[in-house]
């Protein structure tokens, strides 16, 4: 059971940009005819396309034994205290005051994020940084969660 989950997509103001690179790719082909035009919008709009989707199809969900963030999955019992960071403290974070040991689902569109300590004294691993549009929430169930484990 999912206890939260939340896709971290990009705005659309960025599908509008791949809009544009199927229409760079037309203006290309068109030195070459009415065929390599077709093809070139299509081929770079396809391409444009699948990377933006991609890009933005990263998740973070929380069920009752673990947290799932992209590609890493943490059991709850590793994981401490969380902290919602507004805007400027996320920024702070994911820039001057960053760990480079940190694990970080950054997505700069989203100016919210989520910083939760890792406690498992075996990952060196100090923290989660977590772009989030709802990080309060985020940290609640988190940490509702883990008290009952």
């Given at each position: 059971?999912q206890?939260?989950?939340?896709?971290?997509?990009v705005p659309a103001s960025w599908w509008?940009?791949t809009?544009?690179?199927a229409?760079?790719g037309?203006l290309?082909?068109?030195?070459?005819g009415?065929v390599?035009t077709?093809?070139?919008?299509?081929?770079?709009?396809?391409?444009?396309?699948?990377?933006?989707?991609?890009?933005?199809a990263a998740r973070?969900?929380v069920t009752?034994?673990?947290?799932?963030?992209?590609?890493?999955?943490i059991?709850?019992?590793a994981?401490?205290?969380?902290?919602?960071?507004d805007?400027e403290?996320?920024?702070?974070l994911?820039?001057?005051?960053?760990?480079?040991?940190a694990?970080m689902?950054?997505?700069a569109?989203?100016p919210?994020a989520?910083?939760?300590?890792?406690?498992?004294?075996a990952?060196?691993?100090p923290?989660?940084y977590?772009?989030?549009?709802?990080?309060q929430?985020l940290?609640?169930?988190?940490?509702?969660?883990?008290?009952r484990?």
């Amino acid at each position: 059971m999912q206890a939260y989950s939340e896709r971290l997509g990009v705005p659309a103001s960025w599908w509008a940009l791949t809009a544009l690179m199927a229409v760079s790719g037309a203006l290309v082909g068109l030195a070459f005819g009415i065929v390599p035009t077709i093809v070139l919008a299509l081929a770079l709009g396809a391409l444009a396309a699948w990377a933006t989707g991609a890009y933005g199809a990263a998740r973070i969900t929380v069920t009752e034994t673990e947290l799932l963030a992209g590609r890493a999955r943490i059991p709850l019992t590793a994981l401490g205290a969380g902290v919602a960071l507004d805007p400027e403290q996320a920024r702070s974070l994911r820039m001057e005051n960053a760990d480079p040991r940190a694990f970080m689902l950054l997505r700069a569109y989203i100016p919210g994020a989520a910083r939760i300590e890792v406690v498992d004294p075996a990952d060196p691993t100090p923290y989660l940084y977590l772009s989030s549009r709802n990080p309060q929430r985020l940290v609640d169930v988190v940490a509702a969660l883990r008290a009952r484990a």
